[in-house]
């Protein structure tokens, strides 16, 4: 598979090393300070492209490259009101758009594991939830796309909570789930949930050793995306 690179910092460079040991090559590297622009590449040079940027970037970066009738995998967290347009243009084309917040199987196994419990917290109102998330200290965003989620699972399965907020923003108590989010340096990602009652408290946790997990996944993705066309994600692909 001939693979662009949009993006070539942490994640980039990981991907770059996990591509080339699956025997992928390399067909261009765009990144701020590289000559390669997206507009260089068509889907004759490239069988998908591979975005891992940041949240001002990712929206124009992902349209120029469906334009140019490329797959896009994508993982940039922190852009996603945009997401809707996104998809539009990718389901209208030649071209396909794969996007996880967290390509982890690990991740997406708890993603699954959440919504579960999430539903057997529903019916008992005395457990109040929260979240936390712990990164290193370059990440630009808060909370995380991980983060946000898993609220999103949390609102699906409970009819109590509306929402989420950032913690020390605000929220109301018990309507809206509030997120934590913690930068210490070098963290690759530890997230967990927690649900408190007078009387307990029940706790799960994610933490990655390293962000090799989410370059693979999002390889794999892209191995799985080659020769698609449409809009999809980690359940299309994982059938959780
Ligand atoms: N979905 C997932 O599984 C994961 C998502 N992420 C997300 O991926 C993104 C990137 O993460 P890292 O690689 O750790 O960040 P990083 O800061 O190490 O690298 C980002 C790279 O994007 C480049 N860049 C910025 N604007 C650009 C543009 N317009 N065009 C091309 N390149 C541009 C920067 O120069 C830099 O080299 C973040 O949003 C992060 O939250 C990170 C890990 C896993
Ligand atoms: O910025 C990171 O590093 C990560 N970002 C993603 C997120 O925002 O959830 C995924 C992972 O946690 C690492």
Redesign the pocket.
Known sequence: MKVLL?????????IEQILLDRGHTIAGI?????KDK?TDFTAEHVDVAI????????Y??ITTALKQGLRVV??????LDRRAEVEALASEGEAAFF??????LG?NIFFALNKKLAAMMNPHPQYTVSMEEI??T????EP???AITLAEGVIEEMNNIKGWYLSGGEGKKGEYVPIKALREPEV??THSITYESEMDSIEIKHTAHT?KS??L??VVAAEWLNGKRGVYGMQDMLEL
């Open positions: 949009i993006g070539y910092g942490k994640m980039g460079r990981t765009v990144d701020q300070s590289t997206i975005e891992f940027t940041q949240p001002t970037a990712a124009e970066n994508s993982g940039t967290t922190g852009w996007y996880a917040s967290n390509f982890s991740v990164h290193h370059e990440k630009l965003d995380s796309g991980t690759p990602g962000r989410f370059a996944g999002a």
